[in-house]
Nanobody
Framework: QVRLVESGGGLVQAGDSLRLSCAASERTGAVGWFRQAPGKEREFVAAIDRTGSRTDYADSVKDRFTLSRDSAKNTVFLQMNSLNPEDTATYYC?????????????????WGQGTQVSVSS
């Protein structure tokens, strides 16, 4: 059973940056980040393939968020720049066995507990 632990969330002001980490207990396939704001459905944010060579981003975060992967440490990083209040949510990382990412949460078998990101205006 793969265990995922997110960290790095917090309360920041609009325009600030945060870096989220997702540490896995063992090697995984693709890793995705999703977020869920109160009263809203969970939505896809970004994903990275097993090797870290390819990434995908939701339109709402493209050019502001950047994914990277340290395979030696089984850790994926989500660098979030130019944060705005609409980015406020609980952020979850998820992992799957397959090489390629998927945009659907149902395609991921393993989930972390989530980390809160709050952006004030």
């Amino acid at each position: 059973q793969v265990r995922l632990v997110e960290s790095g969330g917090g309360l920041v002001q609009a325009g600030d940056s945060l870096r989220l980490s997702c540490a896995a207990s063992e090697r995984t396939g693709a890793v995705g980040w999703f977020r869920q704001a109160p009263g809203k459905e969970r939505e896809f944010v970004a994903a990275i393939d097993r090797t870290g060579s390819r990434t995908d981003y939701a339109d709402s975060v493209k050019d502001r968020f950047t994914l990277s992967r340290d395979s030696a440490k089984n850790t994926v990083f989500l660098q979030m720049n130019s944060l705005n209040p609409e980015d406020t949510a609980t952020y979850y990382c998820a992992a799957r066995i397959g090489f390629m990412w998927r945009n659907s949460a149902s395609e991921y078998a393993y989930w972390g507990q989530g980390t809160q990101v709050s952006v004030s205006s």
